[in-house]
T-cell receptor, first 114, second 110 residues
């Protein structure tokens, strides 16, 4: 089975710009979540989408937004980039079924804001 | 969210067993104990999860204390490929997000 793939792998942006990160979920998975991981820290939950609707959000400002498409691929958009947005952004997919489903993570997009 | 406490780092010799501890004294009755690991330059990877009983899979074993206030992830024979950050996470039943701490950085010495 094809795993979770993210693009691009690395990206450099300037403060104030906007960025779009992309994620292709694992086949059969209808739930996608995004995490931000600063250097030396554990990943922090940004938000989650289930069947194209946001159904959970962490402590991130509205300039972090997302989309999930009918084929369950997903985008993370960040507006008005700040230096502190420099981090590894991880996408994870799951089946969203039943009482529990493990998350399958991609290898992330490393974003550097200068 | 109920929190977990793990040692910052641990070291093991190759081909020896490794016991990674996790304390979760405020665990609730519906919290499952999950373990993920993150190898260098990769995203986190699911390892194992359990509720009350000890669990085994091809990657590891999970031993859960009778009062559920602590647990131990057991790697039966550490290999160099097991060098990673290991995260112990409590997750309520349902499709809730994972709350990561800083985890335990495991080094494996050849």
């Amino acid at each position: 089975e094809t795993g979770v793939t993210q693009s691009p792998t690395h990206l450099i942006k300037t403060r104030g710009q906007q960025v779009t990160l992309r994620c292709s979920s694992q086949s059969g998975h209808n739930t996608v979540s995004w995490y931000q991981q600063a250097l030396g820290q554990g990943p922090q939950f940004i938000f989650q989408y289930y069947r194209e609707e946001e159904n959970g959000r962490g402590n991130f400002p509205p300039r972090f937004s997302g989309l999930q498409f009918p084929n369950y691929s997903s985008e993370l958009n960040v507006n008005a980039l700040e230096l502190d947005d420099s981090a590894l952004y991880l996408c994870a997919s799951s089946t969203g079924q039943g009482f529990y489903s493990p998350l399958h993570f991609g290898n992330g997009t490393r974003l550097t804001v200068t | 969210d109920a929190k977990t406490t793990q040692p910052n780092s641990m070291e093991s010799n190759e081909e020896e067993p490794v016991h990674l501890p996790c304390n979760h004294s405020t665990i609730s009755g519906t919290d499952y104990i999950h373990w993920y690991r993150q190898l260098p330059s990769q995203g986190p990877e699911y390892v194992i999860h359990g509720l009350t009983s000890n669990v085994n899979n091809r990657m590891a074993s999970l031993a859960i204390a009778e009062d559920r206030k602590s647990s131990t992830l057991i790697l039966h024979r550490a290999t160099l490929r097991d060098a990673a950050v290991y995260y112990c996470i409590l997750r309520d039943k349902g499709n809730t997000p994972l709350v990561f701490g800083k985890g335990t950085r495991l080094s494996v010495i050849a």
